[in-house]
C-alpha cells in the first residue's frame, strides 16, 4: 500500500521507524517529496533507531539542500555529542537557543537544555531551563536540570534544593531525581529527609549501572551498609547478566 508525506510523518512521529525506511527504499509513496525532506525523515527514523552514523549521513545531506527543522537540528546535536564532535553540537545547540520559538516546545526546550548541560555550558543551560519553566512549570526535566545546573555553578544547597523537590514530585517513579535529591538534603544536613525519599527505591530495579552507583555513594554517605550491599548485590546481578551474554 502507498502512502503520502504526511502518513509518513504520521509514522515517524509513532515510532515506526523500520517502515518509514522500508516505504522510502521502494519509494512506496504518493505526490512529490522534496529529495532534501525525504533525507531529514530518514535521518530522523535512523536517529530513532539509534543508528548514529546513517543517521549523521542522512542529516547532514539534508541540510545541504534544505533548512532543517528544529527536530532535525535537535537530532543532529546529539549525534555528534554521541560521537563527541563536540564543536558541532555545541553550535548548533547555541543556534537553537537563539531561537525564541523553541520555548514554545516542551520537547525542543528540554533537548537544548540536555545538550547544554552535557556539554558543561551551564549558564545557558539555566537560561534554557528558567526560560522553558515560564511555559512549562510542570516538567519534571527543567526542574531537574534548572537543579543540575544550578549546583554545578556552584549555587548554595539551598538553592537546588527546592527544583529537584520539584522534580521528585512531578516524577516520583525516576530513581535518579530522588537521588540527586538525597545528595542535596545531605548537603543541608537533613539526612532523615535524605533517607526517606530513598525508602521508595528498589536496588533490585535499577538496570542501568551508573544510577546504582550514584544510589550506593548517598548510601555511603548515609553510613547505611544495609542498603550499600543491596546495591553491591544488584551491581553484580547485571555483571554476572552481562558476562553470561559473551560466554
Not at 543517521?55 to 537530532?75: C, D, G, K, R, Y
Not at 533537548?111 to 512549570?137: M, S
Not at 546481578?237 to 560466554?247: E, G, L, T
Amino acid at each position: 500500500m502507498r502512502t503520502n508525506q504526511i502518513q509518513i510523518i504520521k509514522l515517524l512521529s509513532q515510532g515506526k521507524y523500520q517502515e518509514v525506511l522500508e516505504a522510502i527504499s521502494h519509494r512506496e509513496y504518493d505526490g512529490d517529496i522534496p529529495e532534501g525532506r525525504l533525507s531529514e525523515i530518514c535521518g530522523l527514523a535512523h536517529y530513532g533507531l539509534l543508528n548514529i552514523p546513517a543517521a549523521i549521513h542522512h542529516l547532514e545531506t539534508a541540510n545541504t539542500m534544505v533548512p532543517l527543522s528544529a527536530v532535525a537540528q535537535l537530532s543532529l546535536a546529539s549525534c555528534y555529542l554521541n560521537q563527541r564532535f563536540q564543536l558541532s553540537a555545541e553550535t548548533i545547540y547555541c543556534h537553537l537557543m537563539s531561537r525564541s520559538e523553541i520555548h514554545d516546545s516542551q520537547t525542543i526546550c528540554t533537548g537544548v537544555a540536555e545538550g547544554l548541560t552535557r556539554l558543561d555550558l551551564h549558564e545557558e543551560a539555566l537560561e534554557v531551563c528558567r526560560r522553558g519553566l515560564l511555559q512549562f512549570p510542570n516538567s519534571h526535566r527543567l526542574n531537574f536540570l534548572c537543579g543540575i545546573n544550578l549546583r554545578q555553578s556552584g549555587k548554595s544547597p539551598h538553592i537546588t534544593l527546592d527544583y529537584f523537590l520539584r522534580a521528585v514530585r512531578q516524577n516520583p517513579e525516576s530513581a535518579l531525581y530522588a537521588i540527586e535529591y538525597a545528595k542535596n538534603c545531605i548537603e543541608i544536613d537533613d539526612t532523615e529527609d535524605a533517607a526517606e525519599i530513598l525508602r521508595r527505591i528498589d536496588p533490585a530495579s535499577i538496570e542501568c549501572v551508573a544510577v546504582l552507583q550514584r544510589l550506593r555513594l548517598v548510601y555511603e554517605q548515609l553510613e547505611d551498609e544495609v542498603m550499600m550491599e543491596c546495591c553491591d548485590d544488584q551491581l553484580r546481578a547485571i555483571y554476572y547478566q552481562r558476562q553470561s551474554k559473551y560466554s
